[in-house]
């Protein structure tokens, strides 16, 4: 039977006492050992956002349109393919567009055949304290539209999809990573192996309730130079975290320019592979074609137009005139 307390001896008591505070103290320590890291994470994180907005234009986005192609692996085959719109707006605030398409019974909602699953623009200012983001993606539950807002340090967001219509508002918190800043990001702490820091970001499908702006959390690791699976010179970032319900671990592969040449998908086993125009027309000769037509569901943001004329020639060049575009 046990002892209670008040029948203990004066000396058993200040022994029990001393256990007490011992353990007390050693669950404190326990605690502060686990918040500490994830503080200077975030610390870390802020640093490299301050760095990033005084950096020059030059050093973040390209000034004339540029765009990159990446077929899409899971497995040894091909499944899809990504393409990636970068350049600067006339009056100098960065452009950037992102669309993935997925091959015929590649995805769920297209067992028949290939369909574009996702496209995202985005506008940000040269010291990425404001921009506007507009998503349109489909989901298992069907299609589904996110837009984002930061202006003043405060966060506005909006989604429409199946489970109905959000509108919360909320002020950005100090190691906020805005949409479309996390490429820049990864390729400026590739080159610093060892550097770490923890970002607050916004994942399209948690924002379910009506009042709240749900953040994730990813944590980005640079892992300075290595060699790709060629033998040639890569700058590597690992981002991992939990993306709504499934955990997101990237490899992210950069050329010395800065250039995203591969991501591998570790979660999956699937990757990104950077390809030249011709080799992406080759896999599917619509791909031009189908990012022109997307492009035009731009935001309402007036810098588009111009911008897209500006990428047209581009465009013109691998899939012929672009009023003669059908997907």
Known sequence: MATSYGKLSPGRRRVLAVVMLGTLAAMMLAAFSLQWPASRRIDAAVEVLAKARAAPADELW??????????????????GWTAAVRGRADDGQFLGADLAYADRGADLAYPDRGGVVSIKHWSLNQTLTGGSYMGKELTEKGPAQTTIDLKGGLITTRRIDAFG????????????????????????????????????????????????VVFGSLQFRGLGQAQDRDGQPVLRTRITGVRTLSKLDHLLEFDRDGTLARVLLQETGGRLQGVSPQELLRHD?????????NLQQHP???AWPPFLRRLESILTELAGPTDEVGV
Not at 62 to 79: K, Q, S
Not at 285 to 293: D, E, N, S, V
């Open 165 to 212: 219509v959000t509108e919360p508002k909320v002020e950005a918190p100090e190691n906020y990573l805005p949409k479309g800043t996390l490429e820049v990001i990864a390729w400026r702490m590739a080159g610093d192996a060892g550097s770490d820091a923890q970002f607050r970001l916004i994942f399209n499908q948690k924002q379910r309730h009506p009042n709240l």
């Open 62 to 79: 390209p000034a004339e349109p540029r765009i990159d192609w990446y077929l899409r692996y899971d497995g040894p085959g091909v499944t």
């Open 285 to 293: 000769p619509r791909a031009a074609q189908i990012l022109w037509k």
């Open 300 to 302: 309402p943001d007036p």
